[in-house]
């Protein structure tokens, strides 16, 4: 089991982000490309699931709305239960945040 340090929603983001190698902007966007939406579920999913970052803070860092944001875990929570890929792609940015967590604030 990984410890996990509590990390704010602005810095999940930014984190996750660049170990994706996705833009935040790009991210907090309103882009529906596929690529992007699953980038989207699998940072929301980690930080809720995983870090413990309220639905409400990682919307506000985005500049979108609660309900989105809790949509994008949903679908996250549902992708790591029913694909593979995405099941294995889910550890990757909790896993980095995780190496990085002693840096955080």
């Known amino acids: 089991m990984v410890e996990r340090r509590r990390i704010a929603a602005d810095a999940l983001i930014t984190r996750a982000s660049q170990h994706l190698g996705i833009a935040p902007k790009t991210l907090a966007g309103m882009g529906e490309g596929r690529e992007v939406s699953r980038l989207r579920y699998l940072i929301a999913a980690v930080g809720v699931e995983r870090w413990g970052v309220g639905t409400k803070a990682l919307a506000e860092?985005?500049?979108?709305?609660?309900?989105?944001?809790?949509?994008?875990?949903?679908?996250?929570?549902?992708?790591?239960?029913?694909?593979v890929a995405f099941r294995q792609s889910y550890g990757e940015p909790d896993s980095a945040l995780a190496g990085r967590s002693a840096d955080a604030e």
């Open 61 to 83: 860092a985005l500049g979108r709305r609660a309900d989105a944001v809790t949509r994008w875990v949903q679908c996250g929570g549902e992708r790591r239960r029913h694909d």
